[in-house]
């Protein structure tokens, strides 16, 4: 039995590398513009987060008469204090959910005044909300940038 057509018709190995080679390249591209908008769609998260702490703490103070100290932190917004000072006026929660983690999975840093701030943070502001950025540390460039409740 014969077949019909051309048997030689098709792809060659070297032709086949090239279009592997041109599509890792695309894929490549498409991966790097997805990580700067990941990038910055952590950053937009955390500022919005930021806010509504800022939102909830002003709540906070209108009903117990004073911010949450350093000690009792953010999670006060959530469930009432268990350590001094404690307000009778409290009438949380202040959040719709316990307080998250950064869109880079660590924890919110809260100050009161009076409390050493991070350097930067004008001493007129009552509190200082921030995100540490993706390397957990004060300072830092780009990615590492910390997020703050007082620009």
């Not at 500022?47 to 350093?70: H, M, N, V, W």
């Not at 983690?101 to 991070?118: K, T």
Request: glycine share 10%.
């Amino acid at each position: 039995m014969r077949l019909s057509g051309n048997l030689g018709a098709g792809f060659s190995f070297v032709e086949t590398l090239a279009v592997l080679a041109v599509s890792a390249i695309l894929a490549s591209q498409v991966g790097a513009a997805a990580f700067k908008m990941v990038q910055r769609a952590r950053v937009a998260n955390a500022r919005t987060q930021i806010e509504s702490f800022k939102a909830a703490l002003q709540s906070y103070y209108i009903d117990c008469g004073s911010f949450p100290t350093g000690e009792q932190g953010l999670a006060a917004l959530w469930e009432r204090p268990v350590l001094f000072p404690v307000s009778d006026g409290w009438n949380g929660p202040y959040t719709e959910r316990r307080i998250p983690l950064d869109p880079w999975g660590n924890e919110y840093v809260y100050r009161r005044s009076g409390e050493v701030f991070p350097d930067g943070a004008p001493e007129s502001v009552p509190f200082v909300v921030l995100s540490l950025g993706a390397d957990g540390v004060l300072g830092g460039e780009k990615n590492d940038m910390d997020i703050v409740s007082w620009e």
